[in-house]
């Protein structure tokens, strides 16, 4: 069983930053794969960022260079630690987002520990 638990997130204006954090924490043996989702109103869940343990990430186009996932693995066996730097943030980053522990990138969205979300406004 992995918990994850976000924090950060809030109200940034066009072009501003914002910073995210998720803990996840549990049997993390399994957990290869952390990352980012992200739904705004209106759309379906895209997957934002993901990073494996090998320090492998994937982006996805519309954030590629403003974003930067990272992990911190240093805590132990129980507890890794991801982070999602946002920069030149733009209206349409407005979104929930939600913070996810998994076996491998490919299995997050159906079979991964989701967190409860964290709100992302972007102003202009």
């Known amino acids: 069983q992995v918990a994850v638990e976000e924090s950060g997130g809030g109200l940034a204006q066009s072009g501003g930053s914002l910073r995210l954090s998720c803990t996840a924490s549990?049997?993390?043996?399994?957990?290869?794969?952390l990352g980012w989702y992200r739904q705004a109103p209106g759309k379906s869940r895209e997957l934002v960022a993901a990073?494996?343990?090998?320090?492998?990430?994937?982006?996805?186009?519309s954030v590629k260079g403003r974003f930067t996932i990272t992990r911190d693995n240093s805590r132990g066996d129980d507890e890794n630690v991801v982070t999602l730097q946002m920069n030149n943030l733009k209206l349409e980053d407005t979104a929930v987002y939600y913070c996810?522990?998994?076996?491998?990138?490919?299995?997050?969205?159906?079979?991964?520990?989701w967190g409860q979300g964290t709100q992302v406004t972007v102003s202009a």
């Open positions: 996810v522990a998994a076996f491998t990138v490919r299995t997050m969205s159906d079979f991964g520990s």
């Open positions: 549990g049997s993390m043996f399994s957990i290869n794969a």
């Open positions: 990073i494996t343990r090998n320090g492998t990430t994937t982006y996805t186009e």
